[in-house]
């Protein structure tokens, strides 16, 4: 089965939409919003199959949010590539955070993001664990909780809905502050 790239133009961090705070979502969605959605979804599956992230020269990416498709909307995604090579999605809108872990965690190689297109030093200071009460496409309420690399890109994602971007996150005297306080992943 062939795949067709969707037509997604992610913004660079210099765009001033990606510091700008995202409004709640009401439902029933837009036929827009859930096409937006799923392309989002195909987008980032695409990224993480070599044959793919290749063939148009994609950074591979694990989470999309709104904001970076120019929208100002409580909606992000995320596609995790499990070990039988199979991908989970997640689609959260309007996501509250309900409760996170005191433990401390950051990604050993950095933090990445496709709205950010250069090598960042530093870590991002995040909870292990997090649980998030959001709803689905259809308007359903739900409950989750994540951990490890999932809370991060949960997290990460997150903070785009806030207009907060990764790097923002980062002690610019001191990149690498407190690490000795967290667990690496």
Do not use: W
């Not at 591979?60 to 992000?76: D, E, T």
């Amino acid at each position: 089965m062939k795949l067709e790239l969707p037509n997604i133009k992610i913004l660079d961090e210099k765009n001033k939409i990606l510091h700008q705070k995202s409004s709640e979502v009401t439902f029933p969605l837009s036929e827009k919003d859930k096409k937006n959605i799923n392309d989002m979804l195909l987008y980032l599956k695409m990224s993480q199959i070599d044959e793919y992230n290749e063939k148009y020269h994609l950074r591979a990416g694990m989470g999309l949010a709104y904001p970076q498709i120019g929208i100002l909307k409580r909606i992000f995604v995320i596609v995790e590539e499990l070990e039988d090579h199979t991908f989970k999605n997640y689609v959260v809108i309007n996501p509250k955070i309900k409760s996170q872990s005191e433990e401390l965690i950051y990604v050993g190689e950095g933090e990445g993001c496709l709205s950010i297109n250069r090598e960042v030093d530093g870590i991002v200071p995040r909870s292990a664990r997090i649980t998030v009460e959001a709803y689905d496409m259809d308007g359903n309420i739900y409950t989750i909780r994540v951990r490890e690399d999932i809370a991060v890109a949960f997290q990460h994602e997150i903070d785009h809905l806030n207009g907060i971007l990764f790097v923002d996150r980062i002690d610019k005297k001191n990149p690498y502050k407190n690490q000795e306080n967290m667990r690496e992943i």
